[in-house]
């Protein structure tokens, strides 16, 4: 049997735009209210997808969320047509249009954790979106996530649907984005790694003081039960609490790991030398390298600017490991030496790559954040909604779906325009006919 690791990448939304909704973020917050280009996000994102299936690798699509959510208006209290909503939502609760408005489901590593069938105790791969309860904008995603997931995974034979977790602070989850499996190949048991920024029952773990911290340590242990993990399948890591206060707002800001390679910046973890310890342990017949990166090396300032360790890491056909970047890696000095050298050392690291994914970039997410990784046997693979696979006439359809009906630009005046919505809702009805998803969003079940 053949193994893969699959990424779903998050298609971006109609919406897109630079709301600055998520503090401890620093580039959603320095771009705020910026003028975004829902047109070139998408195409960035559509690029970098292509380009990742022209390496040899599989690449699926995640359809985006029904944006704007007007229900959540009007739970709010805004009545009447849907333009009065929005004209009266823009004056009196700008924020909560700017969050039914966010196209934030994109990002995909916070779209669930998914562990693989060989880590778990029935066999099946595992699923539990995430309740990204921290940020109101994000809250809003779970529901529609979960049946987005059911409909591209939907034989339960090989996947199993976890509810997400209840939606209180104490089990604030914030999925793969601080989720990392280490393995020796994608089909063997594997390692999966749980960062944490906090713990809500333990007081005597220290916590961030400046910016929140998103994922609980009850969370992470909660979904290692619900997907059959053990001891010898999951540990739990606290995630340095001053890096989060200096804006690593989910670990894969700070370390990404695939196969026998975790690439981490010095400061990422609380007990660096406990970590990798554990890790060895558990681990004991791999050949493990572990690629910390020095402070006089990367500073952690560069690090969370450039998005070094928002990096995917992938393993070619060939058995080489490339490291998918963006390009703001390239405009920092520090930054791009560090990766040029990289390559010339000991790991299997061989090949960069990068990609201009800016216009998510400038609301901090890089090329990890807009994927999701599934590994999948051939069997799984095949029992995939094939219509999510990107190969080169889906890549075409897309890219024509997106010139048809996204805008150039968007600016906060724009979401007062009920045309947008429109827009927005035809284009995502005509996409779950393309990826053939159902009736996904609730514009489409009443
Ligand atoms: O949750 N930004 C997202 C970025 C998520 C990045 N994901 C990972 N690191 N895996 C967030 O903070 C900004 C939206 C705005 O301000 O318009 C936002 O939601």
Request: aromatic share 8%; glycine share 6%.
């Amino acid at each position: 049997m053949k193994h893969y690791e699959v990424n779903f990448d998050g298609l971006v939304g109609p919406t897109h735009n630079y709301a600055g909704l998520s503090f401890g973020n620093v580039a959603s917050l320095s771009n705020a209210q910026n003028i975004s280009n829902p047109k070139e996000a998408a195409k960035q994102g559509l690029a970098k997808m292509k380009s990742l299936t022209d390496l040899g690798l599989i690449q699926g699509v995640l359809a985006p969320q029904q944006r704007p959510d007007l229900a959540i208006l009007r739970q709010l209290g805004f009545s009447g047509s849907d333009a009065r909503v929005l004209e009266q939502a823009a004056l009196k609760a700008p924020n909560a249009l700017l969050a039914c408005y966010s196209a934030s489901s994109m990002w995909t590593a916070n779209a669930a954790t998914v562990s693989p069938s060989a880590d778990t105790q029935d066999g099946r791969v595992h699923f539990t979106p995430a309740n990204l309860i921290d940020k109101f904008h994000r809250s809003i995603e779970p529901e529609v996530t979960g049946r987005i997931l059911q409909a591209v995974f939907s034989d339960n034979k090989y996947f199993c649907h976890h509810h997400y977790l209840p939606s209180h602070p104490d089990f604030g989850d914030e999925g793969a984005a601080n989720h990392t499996r280490l393995c020796q190949q994608y089909g063997n048991a594997g390692l999966e790694l749980f960062v944490f920024g906090r713990s809500s029952y333990n007081p005597k773990l220290p916590y961030p003081r400046q910016f929140p911290a998103r994922q609980t340590l009850e969370a992470s242990q909660a979904i290692a039960r619900l997907h059959g993990l053990d001891d010898d399948t999951a540990l739990f890591i606290q995630q340095n609490p001053d890096v989060i206060d200096q804006g690593v707002f989910h670990n894969d800001v700070i370390a990404v790991g695939n196969q026998n390679v975790l690439f981490y910046h010095q400061q990422a973890f609380l007990n660096p030398q406990a970590t990798m310890d554990a890790i060895r342990a558990r681990l004991p017949d791999m050949e493990l390298h572990f690629i910390e990166v020095k402070e006089q090396e990367v500073s952690l300032s560069d690090a969370v600017q450039s998005y070094l360790f928002n990096t995917q890491i992938v393993t070619l056909p060939s058995g080489d490991m490339a490291i998918i970047a963006p390009t703001n890696c390239q405009e920092i000095p520090a930054v791009a030496d560090y990766l040029k050298h990289l390559v010339e050392q000991n790991t299997p690291i061989k090949q960069i790559h990068y990609f201009d994914v800016k216009q998510s970039m400038k609301n901090g997410g890089g090329p990890a954040c807009l994927r999701l990784r599934v590994a999948l046997s051939d069997m799984e693979l095949s029992a995939v909604n094939p219509n999510t696979l990107l190969t080169e006439k889906l890549y075409q359809t897309l890219t024509h779906w997106v010139d048809k009906h996204y805008r150039e630009q968007l600016s906060f005046d724009d979401l007062r325009d009920p045309k947008l919505v429109t827009e927005s809702y035809t284009a995502l009805d005509e996409l779950t006919q393309i990826l053939k998803l159902g009736s996904i969003y609730p514009f489409q079940r009443v």
